[in-house]
């Protein structure tokens, strides 16, 4: 699976997905601030996001906003700021999905390392991964990294240099306003904030179908 990186947004052409797409400054600047904006002001965050395997192992916890669930289904009334949000990735990238799961801000401090988990199991979904900080420096590290896809059946969970070393597909910097759009049967995670972030707070805004459909480029 290969990283192809763009500065514009495309229409995809293939299902399932052949490459990671990484676009930056995808958003635009006026709705990325009206996002930002309602977000700053809202106390919807919840500390109970983890990941439950087939085994009943229950990953460490992080930050999450849980904003739509399936068929586009709103938690609570504070969510409307962030459906243009989804609007634009579909119109942008031409998807729709058949099987909307699920859509939501996942937040991560210093020492909240990502669980390698996966997405799907459907072979025609799509992942959107939004990197909507407005502020980020490299040396606060948060990056997602994708994994070879048998990763989790050798039972390999936890962030370590050997599974880097030996599963790692890709590792892509977090950037504001940078989209990933990935196959979420890949196995991925993401990075806490270093200590030199003090006290950033890394926020991807996550909108995912299990089941996606490309719309024709000429219509």
């Known amino acids: 699976m290969k990283v192809k990186y763009y500065n514009s947004s495309f229409k995809l052409d293939t299902l399932p997905l052949d490459a990671i797409h990484v676009i930056d400054d995808w958003c635009s600047p006026g709705l990325w601030q009206r996002f930002n904006n309602a977000l700053s002001v809202t106390d ?23 904003l739509f669930k399936k068929w586009m289904k709103p938690v609570g009334d504070y969510v409307e700021f962030s459906r243009p949000v989804i609007e634009q990735m579909c119109n942008d990238f031409g998807v729709e999905f058949e099987q909307f799961d699920f859509a939501g801000i996942n937040g991560q401090t210093q020492g909240l390392q990502g ?13 959107f991964l939004w990197h909507c900080n407005t502020e980020w420096q490299s040396e606060w590290g948060g990056s997602f990294r994708v994994y070879q896809k048998d990763t989790l059946d050798k039972g390999h969970r936890g962030f370590s240099q050997e599974l880097v070393d030996n599963y790692q597909i890709a590792e892509i910097k977090y950037k504001p306003n940078r989209l990933i759009i990935i196959d979420g049967s890949y196995p991925h995670s993401a990075d806490a904030p270093t200590p030199e972030s003090k006290y950033a707070f890394r926020k991807t805004f996550v909108a995912r179908g299990n089941v996606a459909k490309l719309v024709d480029k000429n219509q």
């Open 44 to 66: 919807r965050w919840s500390f109970d996001n983890d990941v439950t395997y087939a085994d009943g192992e229950t990953t460490e916890i992080t930050w999450i906003m849980r």
């Open 115 to 127: 669980t390698i988990h996966i997405d799907s199991f459907r072979a025609k979904n799509i992942s």
